[in-house]
């Protein structure tokens, strides 16, 4: 949690090579993204794919959806005879 | 002679190297900001010999640096060992899209200027849309009528959102705020006098989002950061520092797949955060220029984005890396907003050349290119019930097509 009206600032003088603090940070983040578990290309495209095709069907601008159901499809003009 | 940089920290954020201007002005800013009437503020400076007798003997720069290096090392050939297909080549067996017709069936006209951003109601017929003018209008998008009309105190209104409850917009813009106007059914009653204040930035807001409820809004700024706000008390709950520069666009994870989000900013980097703890959790940098636009594939398993590059591209999250390039020789202006369609076969991508191409996902082609608008396109979202989606543009209209 980050409270504003908690804060205690410390401002600290560096000198010379200052950017040591954000190095660290740099490193840090290195090391954690390196650490995650990632699969192979070719069975997140099958996920992706999969996701697609079960989901076609309902995809109303994929299989094209009727004036009917579509609010904004204009409306089949009725006429008196 | 030495050059001194600021270290900024407090106990609970990370630090963060600020030149002397900027904290400043920061000081100056926070000081008076009524969230902070309360509590004990501390600032002292230590001597420089202190602060080195801190480093630890292995940290110096020249090993972090070298250290730096070999993880970046690492992590492309962790990322390159997986990459053993293209997703069009798994792709090939899939039955082609047919041809492809959508038309504009509603023009939205109003706004005085350019029209920066606009939001879906979950039910499915109100939009929200701010311009350069300074207003932000409530539509019915089926009647074209206009239902709502607030002025903002600032021109480029450059966010808008739409509660999930339908009852309050969220706004803002160069004020560098968030603020939420609670929509009233009373049509002469002035919403401006409603407004409440929830969040503050340094710099301009370039994105906001409600999160599942109306009581939290995550915004994203041109100071570079991300943040996620209460919106009753205006308290600021988590904030996303990662991005070098400023930060364009945000695009929550769908609900199922948990607290997450996705940035894009002008240091060409896409983020992946946790919300609860405010850490970057991937980070994507292969655009070559400004992420105007991100948004989730439906399943919450990768994200697609534009950029000033004239490409849109699709990151798979568990792949942790760019698995598609949406692009053509012919594309030469930059993409300012995406969105998918229900299924997450279609990918819309709004242009700065006025058009709107419409891209097969899977096999990386265009399907179609949408004529209508007379400049820029600048936003565009799918409605929720994925039966339309509206693009609003630099020449004053949005657009509903389907």
């Given at each position: 949690?980050?409270?504003?009206?908690?804060?205690?600032?410390?401002?600290?003088?560096?000198?010379?090579?200052?950017?040591?603090?954000?190095?660290?940070?740099?490193?840090?983040?290195?090391?954690?993204?390196?650490?995650?578990?990632?699969?192979?290309?070719?069975?997140?495209?099958?996920?992706?794919?999969?996701?697609?095709?079960?989901?076609?069907?309902?995809?109303?601008?994929?299989?094209?959806?009727?004036?009917?159901?579509?609010?904004?499809?204009?409306?089949?003009?009725?006429?008196?005879? | 002679?030495?050059?001194?940089?600021?270290?900024?920290?407090?106990?609970?954020?990370?630090?963060?190297?600020?030149?002397?201007?900027?904290?400043?002005?920061?000081?100056?800013?926070?000081?008076?900001?009524?969230?902070?009437?309360?509590?004990?503020?501390?600032?002292?400076?230590?001597?420089?010999?202190?602060?080195?007798?801190?480093?630890?003997?292995?940290?110096?720069?020249?090993?972090?640096?070298?250290?730096?290096?070999?993880?970046?090392?690492?992590?492309?050939?962790?990322?390159?060992?997986?990459?053993?297909?293209?997703?069009?080549?798994?792709?090939?067996?899939?039955?082609?899209?047919?041809?492809?017709?959508?038309?504009?069936?509603?023009?939205?006209?109003?706004?005085?200027?350019?029209?920066?951003?606009?939001?879906?109601?979950?039910?499915?017929?109100?939009?929200?849309?701010?311009?350069?003018?300074?207003?932000?209008?409530?539509?019915?998008?089926?009647?074209?009528?206009?239902?709502?009309?607030?002025?903002?105190?600032?021109?480029?209104?450059?966010?808008?959102?739409?509660?999930?409850?339908?009852?309050?917009?969220?706004?803002?813009?160069?004020?560098?705020?968030?603020?939420?106007?609670?929509?009233?059914?009373?049509?002469?009653?002035?919403?401006?006098?409603?407004?409440?204040?929830?969040?503050?930035?340094?710099?301009?807001?370039?994105?906001?989002?409600?999160?599942?409820?109306?009581?939290?809004?995550?915004?994203?700024?041109?100071?570079?950061?991300?943040?996620?706000?209460?919106?009753?008390?205006?308290?600021?709950?988590?904030?996303?520092?990662?991005?070098?520069?400023?930060?364009?666009?945000?695009?929550?994870?769908?609900?199922?797949?948990?607290?997450?989000?996705?940035?894009?900013?002008?240091?060409?980097?896409?983020?992946?955060?946790?919300?609860?703890?405010?850490?970057?959790?991937?980070?994507?940098?292969t655009h070559?220029?400004?992420?105007?636009?991100?948004?989730?594939?439906?399943?919450?398993?990768?994200?697609?984005?534009?950029?000033?590059?004239?490409t849109c591209r699709l990151?798979?999250?568990?792949?942790?890396?760019e698995v598609a390039i949406y692009s053509?020789?012919?594309?030469?202006?930059?993409?300012?907003?995406?969105?998918?369609?229900?299924?997450?076969?279609?990918?819309?991508?709004?242009?700065?050349?006025?058009?709107?191409?419409?891209?097969?996902?899977?096999?990386g082609?265009?399907?179609?290119?949408?004529?209508?608008?007379?400049?820029?396109?600048?936003?565009?979202?799918?409605?929720?019930?994925?039966?339309?989606?509206?693009?609003?543009?630099?020449?004053?209209?949005?657009?509903?097509?389907?």
């Amino acid at each position: 949690m980050c409270d504003h009206r908690c804060f205690v600032y410390e401002i600290v003088k560096m000198s010379g090579s200052s950017n040591l603090v954000a190095m660290k940070k740099i490193v840090q983040q290195l090391r954690f993204e390196a650490s995650i578990n990632r699969v192979k290309v070719s069975q997140a495209a099958a996920d992706l794919q999969q996701f697609c095709m079960q989901n076609a069907l309902q995809d109303p601008l994929l299989t094209g959806v009727s004036s009917s159901t579509n609010p904004f499809r204009p409306q089949k003009v009725c006429s008196f005879l | 002679t030495c050059e001194y940089n600021y270290v900024l920290s407090c106990i609970s954020c990370e630090p963060r190297v600020l030149s002397l201007q900027n904290i400043l002005s920061l000081i100056l800013f926070l000081l008076p900001a009524s969230a902070l009437t309360t509590g004990i503020y501390m600032i002292f400076s230590t001597k420089p010999e202190m602060a080195t007798q801190e480093v630890q003997p292995n940290e110096t720069l020249t090993n972090l640096k070298a250290e730096s290096d070999t993880l970046k090392t690492k992590l492309e050939d962790e990322r390159a060992k997986l990459h053993d297909v293209e997703l069009h080549q798994v792709a090939e067996k899939v039955d082609g899209l047919g041809q492809f017709i959508m038309k504009t069936r509603r023009t939205l006209k109003g706004h005085g200027n350019k029209v920066l951003c606009m939001d879906w109601c979950k039910d499915k017929r109100r939009i929200v849309s701010s311009s350069q003018d300074g207003k932000v209008i409530v539509w019915d998008a089926f009647t074209t009528n206009k239902e709502h009309a607030v002025t903002m105190p600032c021109t480029w209104v450059m966010a808008c959102a739409y509660a999930p409850s339908g009852c309050a917009v969220a706004c803002g813009g160069l004020d560098n705020k968030c603020s939420v106007y609670p929509l009233s059914l009373d049509k002469n009653e002035n919403l401006a006098a409603k407004k409440k204040s929830v969040a503050m930035h340094t710099n301009y807001l370039s994105a906001c989002s409600f999160t599942n409820s109306d009581m939290q809004i995550l915004t994203s700024s041109g100071d570079g950061t991300c943040a996620l706000w209460d919106v009753e008390s205006g308290q600021l709950l988590q904030s996303f520092h990662g991005h070098a520069a400023d930060v364009l666009c945000l695009d929550l994870a769908p609900s199922e797949t948990g607290n997450t989000f996705v940035s894009g900013g002008c240091d060409k980097k896409a983020n992946v955060w946790d919300m609860r703890s405010g850490q970057c959790i991937q980070s994507f940098e292969t655009h070559e220029s400004d992420i105007n636009s991100v948004r989730y594939y439906p399943s919450g398993d990768a994200f697609a984005s534009g950029s000033d590059d004239a490409t849109c591209r699709l990151y798979d999250l568990r792949a942790d890396r760019e698995v598609a390039i949406y692009s053509k020789e012919s594309i030469i202006f930059g993409a300012s907003s995406v969105d998918f369609s229900l299924s997450g076969r279609l990918l819309f991508g709004g242009y700065n050349d006025y058009t709107i191409n419409v891209w097969d996902v899977l096999k990386g082609t265009r399907v179609s290119i949408l004529f209508g608008h007379e400049n820029r396109v600048s936003t565009l979202r799918l409605s929720p019930d994925g039966t339309a989606f509206c693009s609003g543009s630099w020449d004053h209209t949005l657009r509903i097509w389907a």
